[in-house]
């Protein structure tokens, strides 16, 4: 059992991407299995006085709360609960997102604040453990409430029903139970809403885009110093004199990782003759430090998220109270998904200015950075394709946060939207990589011309690794394989 994880109070981002990648198993601890069993326990004791009504436990959902159940049909309660909201349409949810959801939902019913058996959450470690990955669908969630329709999809399996993917393969879930040896199971009272309520649909694609959009920084700062020296631009504006008048966090970090990787350039020393930069090169910290800046209290907001209890109602048994609250409403991830989504757009769009810039003729380099313009066309239409991302992403940068629609017949008065805001940013994530694999691809043929000067040692190694995946283009070919490879080479490596 050493290579397990074990889930411990406090989890970071940091880790979900080890235990993601590594493809490590995680457990309960010991004091995680004695919370559960206290809650249930709790839970219990509080339903043997029939006198008692709890929200979600022995009455109606949304505006049916004032309508008491009977103890006879707690259980059938919860499973038609999850049947019910399992509503998702549209794209399914990308498998790696799924596994996150899976470990973010042990992660919050490990407090103990839930009231459900330590039987329900080994079902859902069986099935991160086993890479039984639920099929989730993109749309259904109104991001209060929890991300119900999502977190039904996700847990319908437990029941014995739904759809899961096994080695990438999508199965009925009654198909698989047999040959796994499991056996459906019965939810008891408060399980089902337990299971469904809760923003691990939100907080999955936010870890994701936070854990993409660190990348998306260090790779910003390497193409753009890359696009700099290339473009023989002058090296002051990345001096620390400048920044430190300033003093935000992530423009005085972007300057000096920009200096770390022109270090040893001989381009950078070489006689400039023009007297300023064009912004897009000349403000690059100032740019790429503003989305800095943001990940960073993006990350602090989802880290709390992610190590907190966002179902309802909510058992305390120390206090012996049981509390109808609303944990389960995102509107903080709802505007911080946003805000994500708004900077990080920001890194394609002025990466697309640079684009611009290096196929203009100037500073030596041909046209569209091509050696025979005319009967080539070379990058032409490749910054066409930035500028057609950038555009599309100014349509998904549009606040998802600022809506709500009234739902459950007025109950539910005000969402938070934070669902579309997720799937937004996941698209503006993939967007932006697109789009700074183009500049690398211009960078990278804009620095072949530059024969008789080198850059630093970093870039030069960027070149020479890019140009395996990558190569020279001498005469107008196919170009989407170039694009998308240069895509894929962001994705798959590490930035220096």
């Not at 290579?3 to 198993?25: A, G, H, L, Q, V």
């Not at 609960?81 to 509503?87: E, F, G, N, P, R």
Request: aromatic content about 8%; charged content about 20%.
């Amino acid at each position: 059992m050493e290579n397990y994880y074990t889930i411990s109070p406090k989890i970071s981002i940091e880790e979900i991407i080890e235990i993601i990648s590594s493809n490590r198993p995680i457990q309960l601890s010991q004091e995680s299995k004695e919370a559960i069993v206290k809650a249930k326990e709790y839970l219990n004791s509080k339903l043997a006085d029939t006198g008692k009504v709890y929200y979600g436990i022995n009455t109606g959902f949304g505006s049916f709360c004032n309508t008491v159940i009977d103890a006879s049909q707690l259980e059938q309660l919860q499973e038609n609960l999850v049947k019910s909201h399992a509503c998702g349409t549209g794209e399914t949810v990308p498998d790696e997102i799924v596994k996150i959801m899976l470990l973010l939902k042990v992660q919050s019913l490990s407090y103990g604040h839930s009231g459900v058996q330590l039987e329900t959450v080994w079902r859902l470690l069986d099935m991160f453990n086993l890479n039984l990955l639920p099929v989730v669908y993109q749309q259904g969630s109104l991001g209060a409430s929890g991300d119900l329709a999502p977190l039904a999809h996700l847990c319908l399996p437990i029941l014995g029903m739904g759809e899961i993917k096994v080695a990438g393969v999508k199965y009925e879930m009654s198909e698989v139970w047999q040959g796994l040896r499991l056996k459906p199971m019965k939810l008891q009272a408060k399980e089902g809403l337990a299971l469904l309520n809760g923003t691990q649909f939100m907080s999955a694609y936010g870890v994701w885009s936070i854990m993409m959009a660190n990348k998306i920084i260090a790779w910003a700062d390497a193409i753009a110093a890359l696009s700099a020296d290339a473009f023989y631009c002058r090296e002051e504006p990345f001096w620390h004199y400048t920044h430190q008048i300033r003093s935000h966090a992530g423009q005085v970090a972007a300057a000096k990782n920009i200096m770390r990787l022109l270090e040893g350039s001989k381009i950078t020393k070489l006689q400039k003759d023009q007297v300023q930069d064009a912004y897009s090169f000349r403000c690059i910290p100032q740019v790429h430090g503003a989305t800095r800046d943001v990940v960073a209290q993006v990350q602090r907001t989802f880290e709390t998220e992610i190590n907190a209890v966002t179902d309802n109602p909510n058992l305390f048994p120390d206090e012996d109270l049981i509390i109808s609250g609303g944990n389960f409403h995102g509107q903080t991830l709802a505007m911080h998904l946003d805000f994500l989504a708004i900077a990080l757009s920001e890194i394609a769009n002025i990466s697309e200015r640079r684009i611009y810039k290096l196929m203009g003729g100037e500073r030596g380099l041909p046209h569209y950075l091509t050696p025979n313009g005319g009967l080539n066309s070379g990058f032409m239409i490749a910054q066409y394709t930035a500028a057609g991302i950038v555009s599309q992403n100014k349509q998904y940068c549009t606040p998802a946060s600022v809506d709500s629609i009234v739902s459950s017949n007025g109950q539910e008065d005000h969402v938070s939207m934070g669902a579309n805001a997720a799937t937004k940013c996941y698209k503006v994530v993939h967007n932006v990589m697109q789009v700074l694999g183009i500049e690398l691809a211009c960078a990278a043929q804009a620095l072949d011309f530059r024969t008789n000067n080198k850059t630093s040692p970093i870039l030069q190694k960027l070149h020479e690794d890019f140009r395996v995946k990558v190569p020279i283009i001498s005469e107008d070919v196919v170009m989407y394989d170039i694009l998308q490879n240069a895509k894929s080479f962001l994705m798959e490596t590490s930035a220096p």
